[in-house]
């Protein structure tokens, strides 16, 4: 057991920082979050369920080798292989926190199909609510934990640093008042980084704040040209779009052009379940040859507001009624396969530092992830990283200055407009090396005045130079479809 008094400071409110927090106990943890009640975290809006290999027909391996094969094999394979092995427990875990899970008269888990998925193996809670119900859960168990104390209403903007070690954080809160908190450790559980893009299905505060923090402190990056693109956000105006869930089409949804006809005829044999890459990119064909495309759900049986309640609300909000009459829908920026490089435990490369959930890339979702494999992760990985934490020392702090690595100014909101669109028009699911470079061009020039922009244009690097087609990211100046 650790002994030291200082706190690990987990930051973001999301399941995988929960579930850090929680595997902590009784170890004390500090969780930080912008929100003041904990929401706003991509976790919350998660609308697919968590895919585990529960039906007696399906096995861990199948559902390892179809998150490779949704990965274009760029997977780090023990990885999967583990996190396959260990998603019948996790599903067990999040029962015994209060999680309840959708089930028939039996009471027998229902298991959905998704996209990539060779098997029904998806488990959902309140339809389409899934991520909602996970973190309702585990954030009651963690207010109500003695271990975990809970600081809403704070940005972290700075690392402390202390003879090349992460030892704190600094915050600002809302008034702008800086407040340093050393710790034993720092998590970043900060989510990913969608709403960089003009278009997303993402909160606004997936803006990539703490992969920025992670790599101002040094921490080394990984894989990051990959994004993962969701087919179906409802195309209304505006940055953070409502999303579409998958599970529809495996419920029957089909995509249609503004004729009726199917989309996806002929393009995959999987046809509408397409891997997300390939049904995205079909998408945003459509749209780039000036056609609008649109989801018609109206075949889908059964009671919409127990299964698809989320989704229901949203398109009525926006004068859709998905029983009637078919739904717009574009691609939008949905989850980040890269991040900051860590191990199987969560470290990265800077000692003091982890990261859990979408702001790591640990390899398992290689160059696209399957769906349903996100929240997983997220428990997983943060259920282990806490209970590494809880049982180690941080070393003797040393006597060296401290250090405070900055995340910077942030760019003006009329710039961070531009970058949001120019990102959409450049790196979206489509590439090439042309529009790559003028990208990467203005964000240079704009990286001394907002920390999006040295982000952004570490993305585009990565987009640069990888320069064949891989997974979900779609190179057509030299496309290898797969
Ligand atoms: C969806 O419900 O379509 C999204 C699920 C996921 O991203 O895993």
């Known amino acids: 057991m650790r002994h030291a008094h200082l706190p690990v400071v987990v930051v973001g409110g999301g399941v995988a920082g929960l579930a850090t927090a929680l595997a902590m106990a009784p170890a004390p943890v500090r969780l930080l979050c912008r929100a003041h009640d904990g929401c706003g975290s991509a976790s919350a809006l998660a609308q697919g369920g968590i895919a585990a290999a529960l039906d007696p027909h399906d096995s861990a391996a199948a559902h390892a080798a179809d998150t490779l094969a949704a990965g274009a094999q760029h997977n780090d394979a023990a990885m999967v292989q583990w996190l396959a092995a260990e998603a019948p427990a996790a599903i067990a875990w999040l029962q015994a926190q209060g999680v309840v899970f959708d089930s028939d008269a039996q009471g027998r888990l229902q298991l959905g199909r998704e996209g990539g998925h060779g098997a029904a193996r998806i488990v959902h809670a309140g339809g389409d609510a899934s991520g909602a119900a996970l973190v309702q859960a585990l954030r009651a168990r963690a207010q109500a934990a003695t271990h975990v104390q809970w600081r809403g209403g704070v940005d972290v903007d700075g690392l402390l640093l202390r003879e090349g070690r992460v030892v704190g954080v600094r915050t600002r809160d809302e008034r702008g008042r800086h407040e340093q908190v050393e710790a034993a450790a720092v998590v970043l559980a900060t989510g990913g980084i969608g709403a960089l893009y003009a278009r997303t299905s993402n909160p606004p505060g997936a803006d990539g704040a703490g992969l920025a923090l992670g790599l101002a402190a040094g921490a080394e990056p990984r894989d990051l040209e990959f994004v993962q693109f969701h087919p179906t956000a409802l195309d209304?105006?505006?940055?953070?779009?409502?999303?579409?869930?998958?599970?529809?089409?495996?419920?029957?949804?089909?995509?249609?052009?503004?004729?009726?006809?199917a989309l996806m005829a002929g393009v995959h044999p999987l046809g509408d379940l397409a891997p997300r890459d390939v049904v995205s990119r079909r998408v945003a064909a459509e749209q780039a040859a000036g056609g609008r495309v649109w989801l018609d759900a109206t075949g889908v049986d059964g009671d919409w507001e127990r299964r698809f309640p989320t989704v229901l609300a949203a398109c009525l909000a926006h004068g859709y009624d998905p029983r009637r009459s078919a739904l717009p829908v574009t691609p939008a920026a949905h989850f980040h396969m890269g991040g900051l490089a860590a191990d199987v435990d969560g470290r990265t490369s800077v000692p003091g530092l982890y990261a859990v959930g979408e702001v790591a890339c640990n390899g398992v979702h290689g160059a696209n992830r399957l769906a349903s494999n996100?929240?997983?992760?997220?428990?997983?990985?943060?259920?282990?990283?806490?209970?590494?934490?809880?049982?180690?020392?941080?070393?003797?702090?040393?006597?060296?200055?401290?250090?405070?690595?900055?995340?910077?100014?942030?760019?003006?909101?009329?710039?961070?407009?531009?970058?949001?669109?120019?990102?959409?028009?450049?790196?979206?699911?489509?590439?090439?090396?042309?529009?790559?470079?003028?990208?990467?061009?203005?964000?240079?020039?704009?990286?001394?005045?907002?920390?999006q922009a040295r982000l952004a244009k570490m993305l585009l690097r990565a987009m640069r130079l990888r320069r064949h087609s891989l997974g979900a990211h779609w190179r057509e100046d030299r496309g290898c479809p797969r």
């Open 236 to 261: 209304v105006p505006g940055h953070c779009l409502p999303l579409i869930t998958e599970a529809l089409r495996g419920a029957g949804a089909r995509l249609q052009d503004a004729d009726g006809n």
């Open 374 to 451: 996100s929240l997983l992760e997220g428990v997983i990985c943060g259920r282990r990283l806490g209970r590494l934490l809880a049982d180690v020392a941080p070393p003797a702090p040393g006597n060296g200055p401290l250090r405070v690595v900055e995340r910077g100014a942030s760019l003006p909101p009329a710039q961070l407009a531009a970058l949001h669109a120019l990102l959409w028009r450049s790196a979206g699911p489509v590439r090439e090396a042309g529009s790559l470079r003028d990208a990467w061009r203005a964000c240079s020039a704009l990286a001394e005045v907002g920390w």
